[in-house]
C-alpha cells in the first residue's frame, strides 16, 4: 500500500513563508512525476507546481517567482516553498504523483489527503 504523507500548511500572514512536504510512503518501484494543486471554496482545482523525474519545473502563472518547487528522490519527497504569500493563496493543498509499486509496477496516479494554507493577518 501507498500513501503521500503531506505536512506544512498553516496560518501565515500576507507577505510570510510556509514549506510544504509530501513524502511518498510504502513499496514503491518508480516516481514520476510530483506535484501539488490547490483547491480554494468554491473554485476549481488546479495546478500550482510539478516536477519530472528528470527535475523539469512547471508552475501556475499566479505563482512563478514566488513559489519553488523541489524533490528528494532518496525520501521520496516533494517540497513546495511558498514565498511573498497572497490572501488568494489560500486553500487546501494537494500533493499530486504517478507511481508504480514493487507489487503491481502499473503507473497510477495517487493523491494526499491535503493540507490546509491560509493566509490571513
Known amino acids: 500500500q501507498v500513501q503521500l504523507v503531506e505536512s506544512g500548511g498553516g496560518l501565515v500572514q500576507p507577505g510570510g513563508s510556509l514549506r510544504l512536504s509530501c513524502a511518498a510512503v510504502?513499496?514503491?518501484?518508480?516516481?514520476?512525476?510530483m506535484g501539488w494543486y490547490r483547491q480554494a471554496p468554491g473554485k476549481q482545482r488546479e495546478l500550482v507546481a510539478a516536477?519530472?523525474?528528470?527535475?523539469?519545473?512547471t508552475y501556475a502563472d499566479s505563482v512563478k517567482g514566488r513559489f519553488t518547487i523541489s524533490r528528494d528522490h532518496a525520501k521520496n519527497t516533494v517540497y513546495l516553498q511558498m514565498n511573498s504569500l497572497k490572501p488568494e493563496d489560500t486553500a487546501v493543498y494537494y500533493c499530486?504523483?504517478?507511481?508504480?509499486?514493487?507489487?503491481?509496477?502499473?503507473?497510477?496516479?495517487?493523491w494526499g489527503q491535503g493540507t490546509r494554507v491560509t493566509v490571513s493577518s
Open positions: 499530486n504523483t504517478d507511481l508504480a509499486t514493487l507489487f503491481s509496477r502499473i503507473r497510477t496516479n495517487y
Open positions: 510504502g513499496s514503491i518501484s518508480s516516481i514520476y512525476t
Open positions: 516536477i519530472t523525474s528528470g527535475g523539469t519545473t
